[in-house]
């Protein structure tokens, strides 16, 4: 049976905002791997409509290469770099605007139909227009970071970078969240509250994570301190604490201490979390979830050392943004579980006590 405006569920709607929650991963990836290969400022001017197009002719890449070699960071970084070589850097930002756009318009397009076929769940359309919302804010707050990097740096702020990023996830969690309310239909069960401020708790750790990984991103922080588990030797290497509070957004010594330390607690914080659902034996596979989530945060942490000893190539760098992704998913997933979910009865306790 069709489901209309003021109907509970409607899977084609889910389907398209689990693709749109994919392409958003995509760009999560694409997103690092343009930081990685020092990419990002490769494009000195925002253009929503007519940048979609990329140099056409020899004049249009000479152009382009001209502005880029104005700024800073190819005069400190990249002085001399060729043509070619300008190119190479050229292609991944662009690819990453490309799809940036490509997702504003896959959100969009089928926005609009599904209000007009009146085929959208009524209590999913303010959320959907929030997403709509954020996704245009977020080309803003990438410019804005984009431009931090282009009269006095040679990087962009890592600050800006970790608002970019924290934007892009919050979509990605937004769009899981919304799918899978459109593809189960609306519930009035409801898990105890413990549970479910725990479940968002873990949540909001994983999420306050990927910000502190894109502060240590955004201060090149992974190339240095490559030891572990000690940093240069030392549990915490010298501060540069002349900075005052810049210190937290910019020293690659307290950044990178902070997503490690972070990371430690929060992989405490899972595992128990994990080992309590199971314990109390809760209902509709909540142990399997919270165990897929203490599984991915553990997975992510040894992929977070092996970058870190290898001094960061490109290839665990990405996998390990994409992992930072996968783990902020189980949580949301984990969440919504936990808040549609009513405990098991039980009459003695948890699984300990023998039941």
């Known amino acids: 049976m069709k489901r209309f405006i003021g109907g509970d569920q409607n899977r084609a709607v889910a389907v398209w905002l689990f693709v749109c929650a994919a392409l958003v991963f995509a760009m999560v990836v694409v997103g690092g791997i343009t930081r990685l290969t020092g990419s990002g400022l490769s494009i000195t001017e925002w253009k929503p409509i007519m940048g979609a197009l990329p140099p056409m002719n020899a004049a ?29 850097i050229f292609w991944w930002e662009w690819a990453h605007r490309l799809l940036g756009r490509a997702i504003g318009a896959v959100f969009a397009l089928p926005f609009v139909v599904f209000l007009l076929l009146r085929q959208l769940p009524r209590r999913l359309v303010i959320r959907c227009a929030v997403l709509l919302g954020l996704g245009g804010l977020q080309g803003l707050i990438g410019w804005w ?20 990023l924290g934007l892009a996830l919050l979509i990605f969690t937004g769009l899981i969240w919304t799918g899978l309310e459109a593809w189960n239909g609306e519930s009035y069960s409801r898990s105890p509250a413990d549970w479910s401020r725990g479940a968002a708790v873990l949540l909001g750790a994983v999420f306050v994570q990927c910000l502190l990984g894109g502060l240590v991103a955004g201060a090149k922080a992974g190339f240095v301190y490559t030891d572990w588990p000690l940093m240069n030797g030392a549990f915490l290497p010298p501060v540069e604490w002349s900075r005052g509070g810049l210190a937290f957004l910019h020293d690659q010594a307290l950044v990178q201490f902070n997503h490690r330390l972070w990371a430690y607690g929060l992989l405490i914080g899972g595992t128990a979390y994990a080992v309590q659902a199971w314990r109390w034996r809760l209902a509709e596979g909540l142990g399997a979830s919270a165990f897929v989530v203490a599984g991915a945060l553990w997975l ?7 970058t870190l000893v290898n001094a960061t190539p490109l290839w665990l760098g990405a996998l390990h943004q994409a992992g930072a992704a996968l783990v902020l998913a189980t949580a949301t997933i984990n969440l919504w579980l936990v808040r549609r979910s009513q405990a098991r009865l039980f009459t003695s306790g948890p699984r300990s006590r023998g039941l």
């Not at 249009?60 to 070589?85: C, H, T």
């Not at 970071?145 to 600050?159: H, I, K, N, Q």
């Not at 992510?300 to 092996?306: K, P, S």
Request: zero cysteines.
């Open 145 to 164: 970071m984009v431009s931090s990097g282009l009269s006095e740096r040679v990087d962009v702020a890592p600050e800006r970078l970790a608002v970019h």
């Open 60 to 88: 249009d890449w000479n152009a382009a290469f001209e502005k880029y070699r104005a700024i800073p960071q190819y005069a400190q970084v990249n002085a001399g770099m060729s043509l070619a070589e300008f190119q190479g």
């Open 300 to 306: 992510q942490a040894l992929l977070g050392i092996a």
